[in-house]
C-alpha cells in the first residue's frame, strides 16, 4: 500500500509570509496527486491535482500555487498568505486504474 | 458537472441501532464512489469503494453501501452502530473519463450509549 508523507504537520505564519507545504508519496509510482483543503472540521475542497510531473490543475482560482518536480512529490506554495488560507490541508494519492486512494495526516496551517 | 451531496450534516443514533448516512452524486457516465471516515485532526481513512459489478459493497469495520444507479445514490449504512464509529464521514465520486475527485461536506455520525 502506499504512504504519503505531508510536512510540517503544523504551521504558524504571519500575513504576507510566504509558503510551502509538501507532500510526498512512498510505495507506487506515476500517481494522480491532490491537494484538497478542509475548513473547520468539514467539507473537503479539491485546490490542485496533478496526474504528472509538471502537470497541474487549478480548481479555485485563489493565493496558492502547486508545483509536481518529482513524480512522488507534490507542493503547495503561496507567495503571500492571507487570513482565508487558514485551514487543514490534505495530500492524497491514488494510482490510475482507481485503486483506493490515500491521504496524508494533514499539515493544519494558521495565519495570523 | 461533476458533484457530491451529503444532504445530513449530523446522524444521531443509538448504539445497537443501524444506521444509514446518505449521499447522492452528480456524474457523466457511470461513476467510481468511496467512503471515507476521518477521526478529529486525522487524514481521511478508506472504508469501501463502488467501481463496478455488485451493487452492495462490503467494507472495513462492518460498513457496507449499496450503488443504486436509477436514484444516484450511494447510501453508507452498518446493521449495529458502535459508540467507536463517532466520526465524520465522507463520499466521494469521479466520473470514469476525469482525474477530478470530488467529495462531500461530511456528514458528522453521533453514536450514543
Known amino acids: 500500500s502506499q504512504t504519503i508523507h505531508q510536512w510540517p504537520a503544523t504551521l504558524v505564519q504571519p500575513v504576507g509570509s510566504p509558503l510551502s507545504l509538501e507532500c510526498t508519496v512512498e510505495g507506487t509510482s506515476n500517481p494522480n496527486l491532490y491537494w484538497y483543503r478542509q475548513a473547520a472540521g468539514r467539507g473537503l475542497q479539491l485546490l490542485f491535482y496533478s496526474v504528472g510531473i509538471g502537470q497541474i490543475s487549478s480548481e479555485v482560482p485563489q493565493n496558492l500555487s502547486a508545483s509536481r518536480p518529482q513524480d512522488r512529490q507534490f507542493i503547495l506554495s503561496s507567495k503571500k498568505l492571507l487570513l482565508s488560507d487558514s485551514g487543514f490541508y490534505l495530500c492524497?494519492?491514488?494510482?490510475?486504474?482507481?485503486?483506493?486512494?490515500?491521504f496524508g495526516e494533514g499539515s493544519w496551517l494558521t495565519v495570523v | 458537472a461533476q458533484s457530491v451531496a451529503q444532504p445530513e450534516d449530523q446522524v444521531n443514533v443509538a448504539e445497537g441501532n443501524p444506521l444509514t448516512v446518505k449521499c447522492t452524486y452528480s456524474v457523466s457516465g457511470n461513476p467510481y464512489l468511496f467512503w471515507y471516515v476521518q477521526y478529529p485532526n486525522r487524514g481521511l481513512q478508506f472504508l469501501l469503494k463502488y467501481i463496478t459489478g455488485d451493487n452492495l459493497v462490503k467494507g472495513s469495520y462492518g460498513f457496507e453501501a449499496e450503488f443504486n444507479k436509477s436514484q444516484t445514490s450511494f447510501h453508507l449504512k452498518k446493521p449495529s452502530a458502535l459508540v467507536s464509529d463517532s466520526a465524520l464521514y465522507f463520499c466521494a465520486v469521479r466520473g470514469r473519463a476525469t482525474d477530478k475527485l470530488i467529495f462531500g461536506t461530511g456528514t458528522r455520525l453521533q453514536v450514543f450509549p
Open positions: 492524497a494519492s491514488v494510482r490510475g486504474g482507481w485503486d483506493t486512494i490515500y
